[in-house]
């Protein structure tokens, strides 16, 4: 087991606590990808931790997938989606390069505070260009931590080095975007909030050619 997947394991179960406990920005979120996907999409969730974005979007859609290589997280969405009675939700746990995800199978993915957390940007993003639909669409969300304030950014990167917390990419507001154009993904809608941990959002689309 990596250093990485080993940390997620133990923080599984105090994540989940977390991101259930549903604030106004979390419910916001939700209510906006509700309205960018479709009934008929089919859905990858990269990253998808203990599925909570995945399992309240399902309604929304035909199919989620929720991928994570951490299997205490998979647990724990395999268990909510089994309590709540929703059908249209699977969960893996595996990491993207996984060959059972086929190419062109994703009208949307959903990146959610995961790209930062991966070290071959490069491979991720190709891979995930592949496992789209042409037109198909990718949400990203991910903290930029070159815009933190310096002490952040060294109590962070520190805990990093001493594998008290995972690797975590330095992104500075503008470079997610960037990445996507290197890949010739078409930016459909980008933001920084500042105000929200320093988070880059965007909405990107896989040409259609």
Not at 26 to 41: N, V
Not at 47 to 72: F, H, M, T
Not at 170 to 190: D, R, S, T
Request: charged share 25%; net charge negative; hydrophobic share 45%.
């Amino acid at each position: 087991m990596s250093p990485q997947n080993n940390f997620w394991n133990k923080q599984a179960a105090r994540y989940d606590a977390s991101i259930s406990n549903h604030d106004a920005r979390y419910e916001e979120r939700i209510e906006q990808f509700s309205y960018l996907l479709k009934p008929t999409d089919v859905v990858l969730d990269f990253g998808c931790a203990s599925g909570e974005i995945a399992l309240d979007l399902a309604p929304s859609v035909k199919s989620i997938e929720g991928i994570d290589p951490a299997n205490a997280m998979i647990d724990i969405a395999t268990k909510k989606a089994n309590d709540r009675n929703i059908q249209n939700a699977s969960f893996l746990a595996t990491d993207i390069f996984d060959l059972r995800l086929e190419p062109q199978t994703f009208d949307a993915i959903l990146a959610m505070n995961v790209l930062h957390l991966v070290k071959d940007h490069d491979e991720v993003l190709y891979r995930l260009k592949s496992l789209l639909k042409p037109g198909g669409m990718l949400f990203v969300e991910t903290p930029c931590l070159g815009e933190f304030t310096w002490w952040k950014q060294k109590v962070i990167l520190a805990a990093s080095a001493l594998r008290l917390a995972p690797f975590i990419h330095v992104y500075k507001f503008g470079e997610p975007e960037a990445e996507l154009m290197a890949h010739n993904f078409q930016i459909l809608g980008a933001g920084n909030k500042p105000d929200q941990d320093c988070r880059a959002c965007i909405a990107a689309q896989k040409p259609t050619e």
